[in-house]
Nanobody
Framework: QVTLVESGGGSVQSGASLKLSCTTSGLIYSNNYCMGWYRQGPGKEREGIAAIDSHGDTTYKDSVEGRFYASIDSAKNTLYLHMDSLKPEATAMYYC?????????????????????WGRGTEVTVSS
């Protein structure tokens, strides 16, 4: 069974940086996988913002590209999302998700297939 636990959220000022972590268990990093970061802001639908696969390919939502970076440390079983120059519109609950197959969907900020494993989220608040 695959489990994911997010951490690293918090309240910051506009322009600040945060690094979110998603610690996984049950995911074999030597096999194929795809992992993604999603967020759901107040009154908004959930949206994909970044994805990374076992080939090291990444895809980002246009509005965060160049400021947000997804990476994986397989030795620590952890997915990261480094977020720079945060804006108030980034205020949301952030979730990580994964599955043991698949690859990124280029230009779509998600994995090509639906992800079956999700964390419970970590909250990010950006004030102006």
């Amino acid at each position: 069974q695959v489990t994911l636990v997010e951490s690293g959220g918090g309240s910051v000022q506009s322009g600040a940086s945060l690094k979110l972590s998603c610690t996984t268990s049950g995911l074999i990093y030597s096999n194929n996988y795809c992992m993604g970061w999603y967020r759901q802001g107040p009154g908004k639908e959930r949206e994909g913002i970044a994805a990374i696969d076992s080939h090291g390919d990444t895809t980002y939502k246009d509005s965060v590209e160049g400021r947000f970076y997804a990476s994986i440390d397989s030795a620590k079983n952890t997915l990261y999302l480094h977020m720079d120059s945060l804006k108030p519109e980034a205020t949301a609950m952030y979730y990580c998700a994964a599955d043991t197959a698949g690859f990124i969907y280029p230009g779509n900020a998600t994995c090509y297939y639906d992800l079956n494993y999700w964390g419970r989220g970590t909250e990010v608040t950006v004030s102006s």
